[in-house]
């Protein structure tokens, strides 16, 4: 992945903008999809991404009684999955840095009757508002590459995690073929565009979301990645032919 | 380390998500089998097919049954073998037979295995609900009914092609001998064995008073 050059700049999609600024970015593009966030996932994926979400969900091994963060976690397809799983013994919390999919996610779960062992907190990845030590499973679906400073991400979720908890990092990734690379590209560039445009009426929204992919690291490099931020036994399952990849490290 | 099977994650997952609707479709209209599967829960299996190569974990809840192709923790039954070896066992009869003189390798809790065999041997799975469930219930119906069709006419064909086989063999080539034909043999060998014991014990009698003389 190439980095900006300039100090304190970073990407928004093949935009280099300020630090600062990526936030404010990301959050407008999230206020303006949030209403059609299940909708458009869905037709973009073919409902692919419910299949990436369940092998996530696998690889999380979470157990009845158990405390499970859901970071970026949207409008709630893992939370709710993991509510079932925990039991009312256990906890999931569901956090996103944005308030209108949180808000999406909420109403979702509470009209599923998921009320029980959920708690919902607006909290930036890069800054956990939670003790250490405090998790079981933390997952991120989606999301990190949205992250400003996604080292920094990686460090705070260390932290958190309680030892042998696991964090799993679900996110597009690198086509492991040329030709499904063409195909995913001509795809994503002008396809995905114009149904957001369609069905969002917003099209600069999905042509962020495609920049965006292509500007997140690789496999390999998030792996070393998670390394850096002191996460062990660091392995990645590729999925659809490396169009997505989820990543898991242990905290020791 | 990178971590891959020899099938797209997706893919497995696919089959085990359309296996699982379809199996907890079926179990929501047997309250027996359900009761029955409930009685499991809590119990790890295992099932590792080497031919062609895959791993499914089932694990009963109360409510349902998951299928997984991971799970981290340690299963109380594991069976190995090839899909032959599986199918032979989900038709069997004697499920306690078939694994004593099968070719699967069993670890761990048999009992189980047998109860969850009986329970699948009588489930009747419907796979146009899970198809619908997928791609929405005009093309999962129409994809239902193709299976449905598809699965109707393997069965004609397989009846038809093992009825053509069993003439020809019999009939036409004459290699083998029709099961009457067998059975007039064999009742003939037995008429012959009979009748040997029968001189054979004549021979010892006369042989006996002979030399009492």
């Not at chain 1, 409008?75 to 209108?100: M, P, Q």
């Not at chain 1, 998030?222 to 002191?230: C, R």
């Not at chain 2, 062609?52 to 089932?58: F, N, Q």
């Not at chain 2, 001189?199 to 003389?213: C, F």
């Amino acid at each position: 992945m190439s980095e900006p050059s300039e100090p304190n700049s970073t990407h928004f999609g093949y935009k280099t903008v300020h630090s600062d600024s990526k936030e404010e970015l990301v959050a407008g593009v999230f206020h303006s999809v949030a209403a059609k966030y299940d909708l458009m996932n869905d037709l973009m994926s073919a409902g692919v991404h419910r299949l990436w979400k369940r092998f996530t969900l696998e690889l999380s091994g979470v157990r009845e009684g158990q405390v499970v963060l859901d970071l970026a976690g949207g409008t709630g397809d893992l939370a709710a999955k993991f509510s079932r799983l925990v039991g009312a013994e256990g906890t999931v919390v569901l956090a996103d840095i944005n308030d209108s999919m949180l808000k999406v996610g909420r109403d979702k779960l509470t009209d599923l009757g998921l009320v029980q062992n959920i708690q919902y907190t607006q909290a930036n990845a890069e800054h956990l508002p939670f003790p250490d030590h405090c998790f079981d499973c933390i997952t991120i679906a989606f999301g990190l590459r949205n992250v400003t400073d996604k080292d920094a991400a990686l460090r705070s979720m260390q932290r958190v995690l309680k030892p042998g908890g696991r964090l799993l990092v679900l996110e597009f990734s690198k086509p492991s073929s040329k030709l499904l690379g063409r195909i995913y590209d001509a795809y994503s560039f002008s396809l995905l565009p114009a149904m957001g445009k369609l069905i969002a009426n917003d099209s600069d929204s999905y042509q962020y979301l495609a920049e965006s992919i292509r500007k997140h690291p690789d496999q390999d490099t998030l792996k070393d990645m998670m390394i850096e931020a002191g996460f062990a036994r660091c392995e990645y399952y590729n999925m659809t032919g490396g169009i997505v990849a989820v990543h898991r490290g242990i905290k020791p | 380390m990178v971590s891959q099977s020899p099938i797209d994650p997706t893919l497995h997952t696919a089959a085990l998500a359309g296996l699982e609707v379809a199996i907890n479709g079926a179990l929501q209209w047997d309250p027996g089998s359900r009761q029955k599967l409930a009685e499991l829960s809590g119990h790890v299996f295992h099932f590792q097919c080497q031919a062609p190569s895959l791993s499914l974990y089932l694990l009963p809840t109360r409510e349902r049954l998951r299928l997984c192709a991971i799970f981290e923790g340690s299963a109380d039954t594991t069976l190995t073998g090839n899909a032959s070896d599986f199918a032979k066992l989900a038709k069997a009869t004697d499920p306690a037979n078939a694994l004593i003189n099968g070719e699967l390798q069993l670890q761990g809790d048999s009992s189980a295995l047998i109860a969850l065999q009986s329970i699948a041997k009588q489930l009747d799975l419907d796979w146009e609900a899970p198809l619908a469930s997928l791609f929405g219930d005009v093309i999962g119906h129409g994809l239902g009914r193709g299976i449905r069709r598809g699965l109707g006419l393997g069965r004609r064909v397989m009846i038809s092609a093992t009825s053509a086989l069993s003439a020809f063999l019999q009939q036409e080539s004459e290699l083998l001998a029709s099961p009457p034909q067998l059975a007039f043999f064999y009742n003939e060998v037995s008429q012959l064995s009979m009748r040997a014991d029968r001189l054979e014990a004549r021979i010892d009698k006369l042989a006996g008073s002979r030399e009492h003389r």
